[in-house]
């Protein structure tokens, strides 16, 4: 199975999940949003490094953000995480985020510029070389 198909799976019943991977020239973090059906708003997104991206979505696998409600065990939130990376290996990727969710060394008080008309969202959005991808999560309170 591949590793989209199990982060929405993971994440399925729990929120709403954007999850993707295309092969698709460079573009702009906002056309790439706007792609996968976020805002694309040029005040939304911020770039992130590699390490930041991964720690992101584990963080997103693992609870849910309205709650703190584990979903998926540490190390399989991150096995996800690094599944999902590992599809940019080799290209000058990328990421973006909108918010402080998952961020390392981040103890509280999360912040976020919204992406959707849900309660709370964050991810990831990838643009690479040859690929775009995001993984988008939604929780409502």
Wanted: aromatic share 10%; glycine share 10%; with cysteine.
């Amino acid at each position: 199975m591949d590793v989209i198909t199990r982060i929405v799976e993971a994440r399925q019943g729990t929120g709403r999940i954007i999850a993707g991977i295309r092969r698709d020239g460079v573009q702009s973090a906002e056309s790439v949003a706007a792609s996968f059906g976020l805002h694309g708003g040029s005040d939304i997104y911020f770039e992130i490094d590699e390490w930041e991206a991964a720690s992101i979505i584990a963080h997103v696998m693992n609870k849910d953000m309205a709650y703190a409600i584990e979903i998926l065990p540490v190390h399989e939130a991150r096995e996800l995480a690094e599944g999902f990376m590992r599809q940019f290996s080799g290209e000058k990727a990328k990421y973006y985020t909108n918010g402080t969710f998952g961020k390392p060394g981040l103890f509280s008080g999360n912040t976020w510029n919204p992406a959707t008309a849900a309660t709370f969202d964050t991810g990831v959005i990838v643009v690479a070389q040859n690929s775009v991808g995001c993984v988008w999560v939604m929780d409502e309170d």
